[in-house]
Nanobody
Framework: QVQLQESGPGLVKPSQTLSLTCTISGGSMTTDVYYWTWIRQPPGKGLEWIGTILYSGRTYVNPSLKSRTSISRDTSKNQFTLQLTSVIPVDTAVYYC????????????WGQGTQVTVSS
């Protein structure tokens, strides 16, 4: 059974770069059946899609975050990574990685989430 695990710092100072990694176990990311996504949930708010990386390596990013966001992958490590530059306090959220079934857009597997706080 595939599992996803987010890792990264819990506290980031304003203007710094946030880097999070999602490690996939029990399955491979090199399949076109799935794509891989980052989502976040600020306190007291709903889920916000951050971006997605496809089997091909092509990425799609939320337009509201596009100027500050990059998503990459390391298939040899079965990992994909989120980088968010110039963070501000409103970037404080629980960050999740998830697997999406490509054919139906169904989020079938989630990581447990990692709390990231932006504060000096």
């Amino acid at each position: 059974q595939v599992q996803l695990q987010e890792s990264g710092p819990g506290l980031v100072k304003p203007s710094q770069t946030l880097s999070l990694t999602c490690t996939i176990s029990g399955g491979s990311m090199t399949t076109d059946v799935y794509y891989w996504t980052w989502i976040r949930q600020p306190p007291g708010k709903g889920l916000e899609w951050i971006g997605t990386i496809l089997y091909s390596g092509r990425t799609y990013v939320n337009p509201s975050l596009k100027s500050r966001t990059s998503i990459s992958r390391d298939t040899s490590k079965n990992q994909f990574t989120l980088q968010l530059t110039s963070v501000i306090p409103v970037d404080t959220a629980v960050y999740y990685c998830a697997r999406v079934v490509h054919a139906v857009g169904h989020y079938d597997t989630w990581g447990q989430g990692t709390q990231v706080t932006v504060s000096s």
